[in-house]
Each structure stands twice: as structure tokens, then as C-alpha cells.
């Protein structure tokens, strides 16, 4: 743990010091990282047996938890235009 929180702040530390600099080609770096970081995630997932076995329960369970936080947003955000946007005396 203390090692991700020292790999963060050095990152920080480091964006700080060059933020002057132009480094117009990390975008790319990061996107091609972020590939590869996919692709491990991707060939772990498949050499695990278990999550394999599972993952039709996996898949309902997200569709759900999906559906459910979709669901709970569009509602809350509905009720908060309704408030903020309600007149005195009018209907919403």
C-alpha cells in the first residue's frame, strides 16, 4: 500500500517539477501503458480458472449492478431538476 501511495506522489512531484516542460507525446505513452495494462488484465482474467467457471454469474451480477446505478442516477438526477427548477405555487 505505502508503495502505490509512493509511486502517486512521486508521479505528483514529478508532474510538478515539468509542468513547464512540453511533453506533447505523453498522451500516447499513457494510452499505449493503458493498452498493455488491459491486455495483462485480460490474459490474468483468462488463466484464472475460477473467475472462467463464473463468469455467467459475474455477467448478471453486472448487469444488474449496472441497470441499478443507471436507474438510481437518472431518478436522482430527475428529482433534483424537479427541485431546483420548481416555481412557488407551480407544479413541477
Given amino acids: 500500500m505505502f508503495i502505490i501511495i509512493g509511486l502517486m506522489l512521486t508521479g505528483m512531484l514529478l508532474g510538478y517539477l515539468l509542468r513547464r516542460k512540453n511533453l506533447c507525446r505523453i498522451h500516447n505513452v499513457i494510452t499505449v501503458l493503458i493498452w498493455v495494462l488491459l491486455f495483462i488484465l485480460g490474459v ?21 449492478l449496472t441497470l441499478g446505478g443507471t436507474l438510481g442516477s437518472v431518478i436522482a438526477a430527475w428529482a433534483l431538476w424537479k427541485a431546483l427548477y420548481k416555481k412557488k405555487g407551480e407544479a413541477a
Avoid at 490474468?44 to 448487469?63: D, F, M, R, S
Fill in 44 to 64: 490474468e482474467v483468462g488463466g484464472n480458472e475460477q473467475i472462467i467457471k463464473g463468469l455467467h454469474t459475474i455477467g448478471i451480477e453486472a448487469i444488474i
